[in-house]
């Protein structure tokens, strides 16, 4: 009980501190809308789309000849060695690079997502120290903030920092 006694005004006194904080060095960002409205993040965008688009482009000439060559098949009625060994090794070409495909696809993903959060990471940084910031809290949609007063976002505000940084402007 007798601890008690301490922690309520404490607690009250922190509350009192906090409030001041709160609308002076405690903001938050929308993270979603920050990442893809930042240029970083548009410009890869568009490579990934490119390197999409060609390995698409690839995989749908191995799968014209494969279904070319299935359909040979069927209308057969004695089925050459030669000719089934073909069917196996562009049945497995094309399933082979569709995997391979897939894994280059995940893992330039990844890479173009950590040098975006880097690159945000470190601007945000600069950005709450040259805007006396305390905290930058980051709103993902997860839970993880569940209110913050609109005045308390920021989020455009470093969108246009972060691409003028980006862009070479400041």
């Not at 173009?112 to 993902?140: C, H, P, V």
């Amino acid at each position: 009980m007798r601890k008690l006694q301490y922690i309520i005004p404490l607690f009250f006194i922190l509350l009192s501190c906090g409030e001041s904080k709160d609308s002076e060095g405690i903001v938050y960002v929308q993270n979603m809308k920050l990442y893809s409205e930042f240029d970083l993040a548009i410009e890869l965008d568009s490579e990934l789309q490119a390197f999409s688009k060609e390995r698409t482009r690839e995989l749908d000439s191995l799968m014209m000849a494969l279904e070319n060559l299935t359909a040979q098949l069927e209308r057969m009625e004695e089925i050459p060695t030669e000719t089934y060994q073909s069917y196996n090794d562009l049945r497995n070409a094309v399933m082979y690079r569709e995997k391979n495909y897939e894994e280059e696809l995940i893992g330039l993903t990844q890479k173009y997502d950590q040098q975006i959060w880097e690159r945000i990471n470190g601007f945000t940084k600069t950005f709450a120290e040259e805007n006396n910031y305390d905290m930058i809290l980051g709103a993902s949609g997860d839970g993880s903030l569940m209110y913050a007063k609109d005045t308390l976002d920021v989020t455009d505000e470093l969108i246009l920092f972060c691409n003028n940084n980006y862009n070479g402007l400041e």
